[in-house]
């Protein structure tokens, strides 16, 4: 009686009777898959092919592997030990809200760059945005580049896709005078030091809710932004680190805004490592903010379209009004790179680049 194989076991030999090579691989005791070829070679590959699947756990036995269920099994082995938690939840959202229901079915092997472009037309016609879009590639993308690591699939079939073009996004920071609108509708607000700490560094919401004690001097005026707080589903609160690396800066405070936190510390009627906290000493939650922001914008009588991280927006804009190189500003705001500066803000420095040749005159002046 002939020795059963162990679980990921293979062989390779020649049938006479058939004409053709064949490769058996067993995938579980007493269960094996096989696979007919005219060449060794090819039925050698697809042999090494099932042993790098069992060595990723992604045997599923003589049924085919869907792109869903691999999709699934990257976002949990992959995808959450390597994202930020934000990122994490609004990746599961949107594969499950988007993606699994319409490409879930198809067979990984299968899955060409028609069905991928004909799910993102699908998806622009049900309204969604360019960007949202845009978004929902990068999870696939990410996914298939894994998919192609573990020998899985041939090559990134969502590479051959042409996503939509868009138009780089450009943003309106809030005049002077909405400014004094929003501070003197906070006045006398526990929250007023937080938005005058956004508008006058721009930091973001989630890197202001984290600052804590130790990461403050006002002596100095000098703030170190070293975390950011998020609001992650079945997790609660959960501080981490920034946005990128490049978001790990340190960040002068402007007179009137050292002013307004050292009074604000020194009035608030409870202790908390943190510089904003609520009446139990715990950090502000972003929904919390946010639904406050709404309150003061209507008591402000202010658009209900503008965004708290217009804040930060109204901050880069005046700085690149004032002269600012963007590559300075960029290092102020913790843009990951140069690029994102310029691709956001770059319609705010052409003043700058006109006032820049009007000084060229002088060299030509008589």
């Given at each position: 009686m002939g020795k059963r194989r162990s679980r990921g076991e293979g062989n390779i030999r020649f049938r006479k009777d058939k004409g053709l090579w064949v490769a058996e691989f067993t995938y579980a005791p007493g269960k094996k898959l096989s696979k007919y070829a005219k060449t060794q070679k090819l039925v050698r590959d697809w042999l090494e092919e099932q042993k790098r699947l069992a060595r990723n756990g992604l045997i599923v036995g003589d049924r085919k592997l869907t792109f869903g269920e691999f999709l699934q099994r990257w976002y949990q082995d992959v995808a959450m030990h390597n994202l930020r938690p934000p990122t994490i939840s609004s990746h599961a959202s949107t594969m499950r809200r988007?993606?699994?229901?319409?490409?879930?079915?198809?067979?990984?092997?299968?899955?060409?760059?028609?069905?991928?472009?004909?799910?993102?037309?699908?998806?622009?016609?049900?309204?969604?945005?360019?960007?949202?879009?845009?978004?929902?590639?990068?999870?696939?993308?990410?996914?298939l580049a894994q998919a192609l690591k573990w020998g899985l699939v041939a090559r990134n079939v969502s590479e051959a896709v042409e996503l939509p073009a868009g138009h780089a996004h450009r943003v309106d920071a809030l005049t002077r005078a909405q400014v004094n609108?929003?501070?003197?509708?906070?006045?006398?607000?526990?929250?007023?030091?937080?938005?005058?700490?956004?508008?006058?560094?721009?930091?973001?919401?989630?890197?202001?809710?984290?600052?804590?004690?130790?990461?403050?001097?006002?002596e100095q005026g000098i703030l170190r932004v070293e975390k950011t707080l998020n609001f992650v589903s079945h997790r609660g609160l959960v501080v981490g680190a920034p946005k990128s690396e490049r978001s790990r800066r340190k960040v002068a405070l402007p007179d009137f805004t050292r002013k307004v936190l050292t009074e604000h510390l020194a009035k608030r009627p409870v202790a908390s490592v943190y510089v904003f906290c609520t009446s139990r000493g715990t950090p502000f939650g972003p929904r919390q903010v946010l639904r406050h922001f709404k309150t003061v914008l209507a008591k402000a009588g202010l658009p209900q379209c503008v965004r708290i991280h217009d804040l930060r927006h109204t901050f880069v804009s005046y700085q690149l009004a004032a002269g600012t190189p963007a590559s300075d500003v960029q290092k102020i705001a913790g843009h990951a790179s140069f690029s994102t500066t310029v691709d956001i803000y770059g319609h705010l420095m052409d003043e700058a680049h006109r006032e820049s040749a009007k000084k060229m005159d002088s060299l030509f002046a008589p």
């Amino acid at each position: 009686m002939g020795k059963r194989r162990s679980r990921g076991e293979g062989n390779i030999r020649f049938r006479k009777d058939k004409g053709l090579w064949v490769a058996e691989f067993t995938y579980a005791p007493g269960k094996k898959l096989s696979k007919y070829a005219k060449t060794q070679k090819l039925v050698r590959d697809w042999l090494e092919e099932q042993k790098r699947l069992a060595r990723n756990g992604l045997i599923v036995g003589d049924r085919k592997l869907t792109f869903g269920e691999f999709l699934q099994r990257w976002y949990q082995d992959v995808a959450m030990h390597n994202l930020r938690p934000p990122t994490i939840s609004s990746h599961a959202s949107t594969m499950r809200r988007h993606i699994l229901p319409v490409l879930g079915d198809v067979p990984l092997s299968k899955l060409t760059p028609a069905h991928i472009q004909s799910f993102y037309s699908q998806k622009l016609n049900e309204g969604l945005a360019k960007k949202t879009i845009k978004y929902m590639h990068t999870i696939i993308h990410q996914a298939l580049a894994q998919a192609l690591k573990w020998g899985l699939v041939a090559r990134n079939v969502s590479e051959a896709v042409e996503l939509p073009a868009g138009h780089a996004h450009r943003v309106d920071a809030l005049t002077r005078a909405q400014v004094n609108q929003l501070l003197k509708a906070l006045e006398g607000d526990r929250l007023y030091p937080f938005y005058v700490l956004l508008v006058s560094t721009g930091l973001r919401k989630g890197e202001a809710l984290a600052l804590t004690l130790d990461c403050l001097d006002l002596e100095q005026g000098i703030l170190r932004v070293e975390k950011t707080l998020n609001f992650v589903s079945h997790r609660g609160l959960v501080v981490g680190a920034p946005k990128s690396e490049r978001s790990r800066r340190k960040v002068a405070l402007p007179d009137f805004t050292r002013k307004v936190l050292t009074e604000h510390l020194a009035k608030r009627p409870v202790a908390s490592v943190y510089v904003f906290c609520t009446s139990r000493g715990t950090p502000f939650g972003p929904r919390q903010v946010l639904r406050h922001f709404k309150t003061v914008l209507a008591k402000a009588g202010l658009p209900q379209c503008v965004r708290i991280h217009d804040l930060r927006h109204t901050f880069v804009s005046y700085q690149l009004a004032a002269g600012t190189p963007a590559s300075d500003v960029q290092k102020i705001a913790g843009h990951a790179s140069f690029s994102t500066t310029v691709d956001i803000y770059g319609h705010l420095m052409d003043e700058a680049h006109r006032e820049s040749a009007k000084k060229m005159d002088s060299l030509f002046a008589p």
